[in-house]
Nanobody, 122 residues
């Protein structure tokens, strides 16, 4: 079993900062890409940022220059530093990871966290 546990969401004023964390645990053989998605009410889930196992990153245009994704491979953890937050960043943020497990064969699966609410007030 593999779990992704997120933390760090909350309520912040526009212009403020938050840092999200997501830790993977369980029967992990290796972790490929890790990322953050978000879903606002009435909208589709969208990619915010992703990072590969070797540190290559990509960002949604709407967050470039404001958000930074990073990962600590020793801790199986991915972070999202969010600065200069705007009301339009309000959403439930989900952690995602592509994780290889021995079940008993080596297979890769897509895992999701439970989501953490980020609310930015104007």
């Amino acid at each position: 079993q593999v779990q992704l546990v997120e933390s760090g969401g909350g309520l912040v004023q526009a212009g403020g900062s938050l840092r999200l964390s997501c830790a993977a645990s369980g029967s992990i053989f290796s972790i490929n890409a890790m990322g953050w998605y978000r879903q606002a009410p009435g909208k589709q889930r969208e990619l915010v940022a992703a990072v590969t196992s070797v540190g290559s990153t990509n960002y949604a245009d709407s967050v470039k220059g404001r958000f930074t994704i990073s990962r600590d491979n020793a801790k199986n953890t991915v972070y999202l530093q969010m600065n200069s937050l705007k009301p339009e960043d309000t959403a439930v943020y989900y952690c995602n990871a592509v994780i290889a497990t021995m079940t008993p064969f080596l297979e890769e699966f897509d895992y999701w966290g439970q989501g953490t609410q980020v609310t930015v007030s104007s």
